[in-house]
Nanobody
Framework: QVQLVESGGGLVQAGGSLRLSCAGS????????MGWFRQAPGKEREFVAA????????EYTQSVKGRFTISRDNAQNTVYLQMNSLKPEDTAVYYC?????????????????WGQGTQVTVSS
């Protein structure tokens, strides 16, 4: 299995930027498609972005397209989420997850390994 640890969350003003990192350890990181999800208080955990095992394919939820960028560095066993033009509605706990797939998935059920989450708070 793979262990995942997120970092990079924090408090930022609307319009600002944050870069989340997710470090993987355990089994070969490049065997997994990776995803970012988020969960706001009182809401379901929702898909944000996904990237294929090679990094060649990415998917985004509509609300973050053009603002967020997912990337990965398999040599460093790390996946990133660059978040620009942040809005108060982006406030949530952000989780990275790993799936034994070549391409990323929008479905939570496809991901078997999850990190502990990192809080992102965007003030207005």
């Amino acid at each position: 299995q793979v262990q995942l640890v997120e970092s990079g969350g924090g408090l930022v003003q609307a319009g600002g930027s944050l870069r989340l990192s997710c470090a993987g350890s355990g089994r070969t990181f490049s065997n997994y498609a990776m995803g970012w999800f988020r969960q706001a208080p009182g809401k379901e955990r929702e898909f944000v972005a996904a990237i294929s095992w090679s990094g060649g394919n990415t998917e985004y939820t509509q609300s973050v397209k053009g603002r967020f960028t997912i990337s990965r560095d398999n040599a460093q066993n790390t996946v990133y989420l660059q978040m620009n033009s942040l809005k108060p509605e982006d406030t949530a706990v952000y989780y990275c997850a790993a799936a034994t797939l070549r391409l990323g998935s929008l479905l939570k059920s496809e991901y078997h390994y999850w990190g502990q989450g990192t809080q992102v708070t965007v003030s207005s």
